[in-house]
T-cell receptor
Framework: GIQVEQSPPDLILQEGANSTLRCNFS?????LQWFHQNPWGQLINLFYIPSGTKQNGRLSATTVATERYSLLYISSSQTTDSGVYFCAVAGSGGGADGLTFGKGTHLIIQP | DTGVSQDPRHKITKRGQNVTFRCDPISEHNRLYWYRQTLGQGPEFLTY????????KSRLLSDRFSAERPKGSFSTLEIQRTEQGDSAMYLC???????????FGPGTRLTVL
């Protein structure tokens, strides 16, 4: 199956800082999503981005499918951005709609 | 609230008992997914439905696990003869057919004693 690697595994930043989270995947994908799992365990969908660039407020994401990576940018971090960020993908094979998740990047934003 | 809901939120059971969880997806979504998440790991895919049809099952879904979505609306996940290794958070997600962006429920945390 597809392998998903996220880096860095842990990141500690001061409020107001910017960060870039990376997701590498081992095979072609037709579905890539970024999620934020807050400290209460709720998974929040940030982006559906199989290719290209999208922006939503302080967050933006870019996927370069031909080079098998995606980046999540967080600008002007706030303490509420703390939590675990997951990249999840599904392959280009038929019926492959179940997402494969990476291990996540654990982000802590200090005030 | 029109998001994905799951019931119960917490379940404690003894080894060997059967448990059943329910998921109600976002009403206009025809795809429904079940995942399992253990501490420190990302969610792992278990199975997915399009309407009432179960279209994909992971190798993780042993024969003690069964899922149904009888009328293409809510879904149930049953675990028979629970084992301590089944302790995890069970997550449900739903998506629309044309835009496979998945939205997750709050999860059911299962503890097997």
């Amino acid at each position: 199956g597809i392998q998903v690697e996220q880096s860095p595994p842990d990141l500690i930043l001061q409020e107001g800082a910017n960060s870039t989270l990376r997701c590498n995947f081992s095979d072609s994908v037709n579905n890539l999503q970024w999620f934020h799992q807050n400290p209460w365990g709720q998974l929040i969908n940030l982006f559906y981005i199989p290719s290209g660039t999208k922006q939503n407020g302080r967050l933006s994401a870019t996927t370069v499918a031909t080079e098998r990576y995606s980046l999540l940018y967080i600008s002007s971090s706030q303490t509420t951005d703390s939590g675990v960020y997951f990249c999840a993908v599904a392959g280009s094979g038929g019926g492959a709609d179940g997402l494969t998740f990476g291990k996540g990047t654990h982000l802590i934003i200090q005030p | 609230d029109t998001g994905v809901s799951q019931d119960p939120r917490h379940k404690i059971t003894k080894r060997g008992q059967n448990v059943t969880f329910r998921c109600d997806p976002i009403s206009e979504h025809n795809r429904l997914y079940w995942y399992r998440q253990t501490l420190g790991q990302g969610p792992e895919f278990l199975t997915y439905f399009q309407n009432e049809a179960q279209l994909e099952k992971s190798r993780l879904l042993s024969d003690r696990f069964s899922a149904e979505r009888p009328k293409g609306s809510f879904s149930t996940l049953e675990i028979q003869r629970t084992e301590q290794g089944d302790s995890a958070m069970y997550l449900c997600a739903s998506s629309a057919h044309l835009v496979p962006r998945q939205f997750f429920g709050p999860g059911t945390r299962l503890t097997v004693l």
